[in-house]
């Protein structure tokens, strides 16, 4: 039998109190569910934000719920912790958001992220963005080809304007383009004729459409897949390394390019959805899509703000039937 302290029994005490609130149920069950925004919780909740961060306030400083930072977001999530009575009070909360429907909201909420920056990138611009790199450093790009494991295979994903192509082109056989957007796919393509190269497919989707998977599949996978600036964008960017990694063959490269943690709210106009990340959080995305990473650096780049980060992981296993 337990014997519990009194200071013990008092701690305890207080949890009981604290739990012992419908609203606050509720909070803890959602953000067990997902790392959600104070805007977001308004929403599901149907109350101001400032209603939300008052309720949240206790469970903050009883450490049952985590803050983060995101510019001038804050986002909530719940502490899993092996109690069993924090494990109770989660299921009754869960069981009061299904039946006052929050809890089926949360997907198509957590979705809505991404709106904006649909929106943005299906309007066509005017005029084409500005030029990839210098064309005689991208002569240069045939000498890395030995250090390439394979080069049957690349995949551009949010390939945008098509900035990298010129460099992926020489260096494999065959390269897929992928993007979401009609408009800018149709601006790349304008591009990849002006530069002459007969190794790009363009592809409409995104990382996360069975279709683009199933024609990648079907080619054996690929032996590098890229992600450049594309995770500030989704709305569960761990759910888009998911599926990246599941579009590589056996020892395939995952490569992602994306901002390091910054204070530029403006750039939520152009439909970024995160400002930048953590490059331990890159870690833990990567090893959870179970890959081994090779690699969390920074670009140095003095002069591009905000900074860039390069992630790169492989999956496990060896190529075969590759051309060297």
Not at 30 to 40: F, P, S
Not at 264 to 288: C, I, M, N, Y
Request: aromatic residues 4%; glycine residues 8%.
């Amino acid at each position: 039998m337990v014997e519990y302290t009194d200071e013990v029994q008092a701690g305890r005490a207080d949890l009981f109190r604290l739990l012992g609130d419908e609203d606050r149920l509720r909070l803890l069950a959602l953000c067990a569910e997902e790392e959600l925004t104070v805007g977001e919780l308004a929403q599901l909740l149907g109350e101001s934000q400032p209603q939300v961060t008052k309720k949240s306030q206790p469970l903050r400083e009883a450490g049952l719920l985590a803050t983060r930072r995101d510019g001038t977001r804050t986002l909530l999530k719940t502490e899993l912790e092996t109690d069993p009575v924090l494990g109770a009070a989660i299921e009754e909360g869960r069981s009061l958001c299904s039946r006052d429907g929050s809890l089926s909201k949360v997907p198509r909420v957590v979705a809505q992220r991404e709106d904006l920056s649909k929106r943005l990138f299906e309007s066509a611009q005017s005029e084409l963005p500005p030029a990839p790199a210098d064309a005689s450093l991208l002569a240069w790009a045939p000498l890395l080809a030995p250090l390439l494991p394979g080069r049957t295979l690349a995949v551009d994903i949010g390939t945008g304007e098509g900035a990298l192509l010129p460099l992926l082109s020489p260096l494999y056989e065959r390269v897929i383009a992928v993007d979401r957007s009609a408009a800018r796919l149709a601006q790349c393509g304008a591009r990849i004729a002006s530069w002459g190269l007969p190794n790009v497919r363009l592809r409409e989707g995104s990382v996360e459409d069975p279709a683009v998977a199933e024609e990648i599949t079907s080619r054996g996978g690929a032996d590098l897949v890229v992600m450049a600036r594309v995770l500030v964008h989704a709305s569960r960017p761990q759910d888009s390394i998911a599926s990246a990694t599941r579009l590589l063959r056996a020892g395939g490269h995952l490569a992602v390019i994306d901002y390091l943690p910054h204070d530029d709210e403006s750039l939520r106009e152009q439909g970024h959805v995160w400002l930048g990340f953590e490059p331990g959080k890159l870690r833990t995305w990567l090893d959870a899509a179970k890959l081994y990473t090779l690699t969390v650096q920074p670009f140095h780049q003095p002069f591009v703000q905000p900074s860039l980060q390069i992630a790169v992981g492989r999956k496990p296993g060896d190529h075969h039937g590759h051309s060297h």
